[in-house]
């Protein structure tokens, strides 16, 4: 079983920054970050390969976000450059059982486990 834990939402202006962090409790093959904004879909916004041998993004934050992987620390940044308030929902990571290959890794039903979900609210 994996354990999620994220952390670094908030508040910020139009064209402000934030760094999401999730931290796991062990290996996995991919890590996903999604979002939920308000009356809105889920939808998967960017993934990263163990080791950060690939990385994979939604085209609506392609060149303003990027994620990365910290392996000694077990875990996986989003960093949100120019963020939008279309950009405001509820973020989650969320992870594979083990050493699974996924070929579409923004595909929210594809993760076994998830995190509890960190705020980003981009004002105006």
């Known amino acids: 079983q994996v354990q999620l834990v994220e952390s670094g939402g908030g508040s910020v202006s139009t064209g402000g920054s934030l760094r999401l962090s999730c931290a796991a409790s062990q290996y996995t093959s991919f890590v996903g970050w999604f979002r939920q904004g308000p009356g809105k879909e889920r939808e998967g916004v960017a993934a990263?390969?163990?080791?950060?041998?690939?990385?994979y993004y939604i085209d609506s934050v392609k060149g303003r976000f990027t994620v990365s992987q910290d392996t000694a620390k077990s875990t996986v940044y989003l960093q949100m450059r120019s963020l939008k308030p279309e950009d405001t929902a509820m973020y989650y990571c969320a992870a594979v059982g083990g050493n699974v290959w996924l070929r579409d890794p923004l595909n929210a039903e594809k993760y076994d486990y998830w995190g509890q979900g960190t705020q980003v609210t981009v004002s105006s």
């Open positions: 990263i390969q163990a080791n950060g041998a690939r990385t």
